[in-house]
T-cell receptor, first 114, second 112 residues
Framework: EAGVAQSPRYKIIEKRQSVAFWCNPI?????LYWYQQILGQGPKLLIQ????????DSQLPKDRFSAERLKGVDSTLKIQPAKLEDSAVYLC????????????FGPGTRLTVT | GENVEQHPSTLSVQEGDSAVIKCTYS??????FPWYKQELGKRPQLIID?????GEKKDQRIAVTLNKTAKHFSLHITETQPEDSAVYFC???????????FGSGTQLTVLP
């Protein structure tokens, strides 16, 4: 089966610019996650979708980050405006359902903010 | 919310030796504990998981143990090989949204 797809793989922007990431989960997976992984740290959950609804966005900096999952399939994560501390790898993952199901990760987007 | 602490942050072992990585968690309601392996520049991949109704689980050279009373769980890798070199993350599942909280990772290096 095809894995989780993400694009772009790399992005370099200047601070205060905006950027968007795209994720296509595994077909049939109801739950989609966006994680931020700063170098040397574990992934930190930013937002979790169940189909097209948000079930947890408690760690999403809502003043600059937004995400949507229209039609319950693909998802986009946007940062506007970017700050230097947003430099990280943004990982998308999906699972059949929320809970005790394996999360399959995409290759990630490495964002560098200068 | 849940807090997961992982030790050590780096671990070097000789090929063929065993490696042990330990994690503690704070939320007694957490009931699922996966371990992920992340090779340099690659995506995290699940290698083993354990549920709270089980004390130990084995899969070939990998085993995980869980002590619910003490709120800690450990990853054991026996007969280590150079291809085991990677960063390993533990995680705990909790919360109303059933979200994973990850540890900070352990860089395992297996020396030939």
């Amino acid at each position: 089966e095809a894995g989780v797809a993400q694009s772009p793989r790399y992005k370099i922007i200047e601070k205060r610019q905006s950027v968007a990431f795209w994720c296509n989960p595994i077909s049939g997976h109801a739950t989609l996650y966006w994680y931020q992984q700063i170098l040397g740290q574990g992934p930190k959950l930013l937002i979790q979708f169940q189909n097209n609804g948000v079930v947890d966005d408690s760690q999403l900096p809502k003043d600059r980050f937004s995400a949507e999952r229209l039609k319950g399939v693909d998802s986009t994560l946007k940062i506007q405006p970017a700050k230097l501390e947003d430099s990280a790898v943004y990982l998308c993952a999906s699972s059949l359902q929320a809970g005790e199901y394996e999360q399959y990760f995409g290759p990630g987007t490495r964002l560098t903010v200068t | 919310g849940e807090n997961v602490e992982q030790h050590p942050s780096t671990l070097s072992v000789q090929e063929g030796d065993s490696a042990v990585i330990k994690c503690t968690y704070s939320d007694s309601a957490s009931n699922y504990f996966p371990w992920y392996k992340q090779e340099l520049g690659k995506r995290p991949q699940l290698i083993i998981d354990i549920r709270s109704n089980v004390g130990e689980k084995k899969d070939q050279r990998i085993a995980v143990t869980l002590n619910k009373t003490a709120k800690h769980f450990s990853l054991h890798i026996t007969e280590t090989q150079p291809e085991d070199s990677a960063v390993y993350f533990c995680a705990a599942l909790s919360g109303s949204a059933r979200q994973l909280t990850f540890g900070s990772g352990t860089q395992l290096t297996v020396l030939p």
